[in-house]
């Protein structure tokens, strides 16, 4: 199941993608119009859409609605750094014994086809394609073999960064938080359509031009490992995103760089997910 949070007719709710139409959740009572509310949810509520899908009925032609973030405003927003071998590799850095998280402020967040903004205060702007994944239970101590449990399912991230923001802080929170650097999305597809997420093609191009080329086996902590890290610091809640770092090809370290400018695209696909993209706009 791909869903969906979507706007039409000027209301936002959720829905699912079923080929090249969206299954309206107006169509059931049963089905609450947030998408926290609807992972909260759990079961009762993947029940009455999977309903909703078989009746054929309550359709939306997918062209006629604007896709927001799945997750528009995630009560928790983590991302994990140095999780890609090739990719610590061109940073020069030492492989982390642990998985290190910083936290993405939950207002950068954008859904597909939004604008990223390169800000006023700097030309540093950068992409990082990342496969995320979405919490579905609220859970504490999750042992590794328990964690796909407590995963909804994944979508595709893209960690914008303003490097030189980043670079002032350890945390690099502020560099990682500018408005619209979170673009998530096109949807969430449902952990059972997902058998292994460890074995996924990720491909990142800015216009044409394929700038990173990776497999998320390629992951030096896995999605299982991230839960069962994350969860002995801190309940995990319906909603939460955590992102699993980025592979080599990042803008910062090509030369020249290939920090984004305005009027170009960026696209993020994920293979057994879909793709996501942004075009990029000075901030107004």
């Given at each position: 199941?791909?869903?969906?949070?979507?706007?039409?007719?000027?209301?936002?709710?959720?829905?699912?993608?079923?080929?090249?139409?969206?299954?309206?959740?107006?169509?059931?009572?049963?089905?609450?119009?947030?998408?926290?509310?609807?992972?909260?949810?759990?079961?009762?509520?993947?029940?009455?859409?999977?309903?909703?899908?078989?009746?054929?009925?309550?359709?939306?032609?997918?062209?006629?609605?604007?896709?927001?973030?799945?997750?528009?405003?995630?009560?928790?927003?983590?991302?994990?750094?140095?999780?890609?071998?090739?990719?610590?590799?061109?940073?020069?850095?030492?492989?982390?014994?642990?998985?290190?998280?910083?936290?993405?402020?939950?207002?950068?967040?954008?859904?597909?086809?939004?604008?990223?903004?390169?800000?006023?205060?700097?030309d540093k702007l950068d992409y990082e394609g990342e496969l995320a994944?979405?919490?579905?239970?609220?859970?504490?101590?999750?042992?590794?073999?328990?964690?796909?449990?407590?995963?909804a399912g994944f979508t595709i991230a893209n960690d914008v960064s303003?490097?030189?923001?980043?670079?002032?802080?350890?945390?690099?929170?502020?560099?990682?938080?500018?408005?619209?650097?979170?673009?998530?999305?096109?949807?969430?597809?449902?952990?059972d359509e997902i058998p292994d997420p460890h074995n996924l093609e990720?491909?990142?191009?800015?216009?044409?031009?394929?700038?990173?080329?990776?497999?998320?086996?390629?992951?030096?902590?896995?999605?299982?490992?991230?839960?069962?890290?994350?969860?002995?610091?801190?309940?995990?809640?319906?909603?939460?995103?955590?992102?699993?770092?980025?592979?080599?090809?990042?803008?910062?370290?090509?030369?020249?760089?290939?920090?984004?400018?305005?009027?170009?695209?960026?696209?993020?696909?994920?293979?057994?997910?879909?793709?996501?993209?942004?075009?990029?706009?000075?901030?107004?």
């Amino acid at each position: 199941m791909k869903l969906v949070t979507f706007t039409h007719a000027q209301s936002t709710r959720v829905g699912a993608v079923v080929d090249d139409t969206v299954v309206d959740s107006l169509g059931s009572s049963a089905i609450p119009p947030r998408m926290l509310d609807f992972l909260a949810l759990g079961s009762e509520a993947l029940a009455a859409m999977q309903a909703l899908i078989d009746s054929g009925s309550h359709r939306i032609p997918l062209r006629d609605v604007k896709l927001e973030a799945p997750v528009p405003r995630p009560g928790k927003y983590l991302a994990i750094s140095l999780n890609y071998a090739d990719h610590i590799a061109e940073t020069g850095k030492d492989r982390p014994e642990y998985p290190s998280f910083f936290t993405k402020q939950s207002t950068c967040v954008i859904g597909t086809g939004a604008a990223i903004q390169r800000p006023r205060v700097s030309d540093k702007l950068d992409y990082e394609g990342e496969l995320a994944f979405v919490i579905g239970r609220r859970c504490r101590h999750v042992p590794v073999e328990k964690a796909r449990e407590v995963i909804a399912g994944f979508t595709i991230a893209n960690d914008v960064s303003v490097r030189d923001w980043q670079a002032r802080s350890p945390t690099m929170m502020i560099g990682k938080s500018f408005d619209t650097a979170g673009p998530l999305g096109p949807w969430i597809v449902t952990a059972d359509e997902i058998p292994d997420p460890h074995n996924l093609e990720l491909k990142t191009r800015v216009d044409e031009e394929l700038r990173q080329n990776a497999n998320t086996g390629e992951m030096l902590f896995n999605c299982y490992e991230m839960v069962a890290y994350l969860s002995e610091a801190m309940t995990l809640e319906p909603g939460d995103v955590i992102s699993t770092g980025t592979p080599a090809g990042v803008g910062v370290k090509m030369y020249p760089r290939g920090y984004l400018k305005p009027g170009q695209t960026v696209r993020i696909e994920i293979e057994g997910i879909g793709t996501l993209v942004n075009p990029v706009v000075m901030e107004p």
